[in-house]
């Protein structure tokens, strides 16, 4: 009884935390965030729900077969027809979840950046993030791993002598303009990193010998934290770095205050 009670305690506790949003994800600063906060809460729903009766039935099967003086034990041998019905119910409610979701995943993972989007380079290493804007002409220039050097300050391996290497600017905090479309390319240096910013609702992975190509447009003037959020190695917790979101007169003054 105390066992089947104890579970229904937890069960309700949790509930109730997720009901009343007590630690819950900061406000969408992200134009996608609103529909991928709206899939997030219907994959809770659904499975918070299976989670409360499965709990609730597990407490019930406790109370109702609990040794009793006279009750002999009876033995099942299972019943194909339920494993069935359990099985077929779990899939169709994780594809129904799955089709459901689809929209906003292949918006964000299956289609290219709107056409015009301004290109940011960062690049994840052990501990921090470096980010490259392409400069005044809006090319990348060449880099090269040869010519990475941390104790210079080229931490991306910027190739001086390519004329569009010149004015790439690489710094460690990154800044967007507002309400503009951004592709951002991640990379990495050393081991997997993963770029992470709550607010935009953005988590993605970068991975050694790769660029991936992420997008989204900030909504919400504000500074946000980039923090790493794969455990890379001992400094991992303090791989963070910080996103502002400008306008767009504040976004031209803060890449100029870098580029001289
Ligand atoms: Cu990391």
Redesign the pocket.
């Known amino acids: 009884m105390i066992l089947a009670l104890t579970i229904w305690v937890i069960t309700l506790v949790t509930t109730a935390l997720f009901i009343g949003r007590y630690w819950w994800f900061p406000a969408v600063a992200s134009a996608h965030g609103p529909a991928l906060d709206q899939q997030f809460m219907l994959t809770l729903v659904v499975t918070g729900l299976v989670f409360i009766l499965a709990q609730l039935g597990l407490g019930y099967l406790i109370v109702h077969f609990r040794d009793r003086p006279g009750r002999h034990v009876r033995y099942s041998h299972g019943s194909n027809k339920l494993e069935i019905l359990w099985t077929l119910a779990t899939t169709v409610l994780f594809f129904s979840v799955v089709l459901a979701g689809q929209d906003i995943w292949a918006s964000l993972n299956l289609q290219n950046a709107p056409a015009g989007s301004l290109q940011i380079e960062i690049t ?4 921090q993030w470096n980010v490259r804007y392409p400069g005044a002409d809006g090319k990348f220039g060449k880099t090269s791993n040869t010519l990475i050097n941390d104790s210079a300050g080229n931490f991306v391996g910027l190739d001086e002598r390519d004329a569009a290497a010149q004015d790439d600017v690489v710094v460690p905090t990154m800044a967007v303009p507002v309400n503009r479309p951004v592709e951002l390319l991640l990379r ?1 240096k050393d ?4 770029f992470f910013v709550r607010e935009l609702r953005i988590k993605q992975d ?1 991975v050694p010998g790769m660029t991936v190509p992420i997008h989204f447009t900030a909504t919400k003037l504000g500074t946000y934290e980039i923090a ?6 001992l ?2 917790h303090r ?1 963070r770095s910080v996103i502002e979101v400008l306008s767009e007169a504040d976004y031209h003054n803060w890449l100029k205050e870098r580029s001289d």
């Open positions: 994840g290493q052990q501990f990495s081991v997997t990193h993963s970068a790493c959020a794969e455990l890379c190695g400094g991992h791989m």
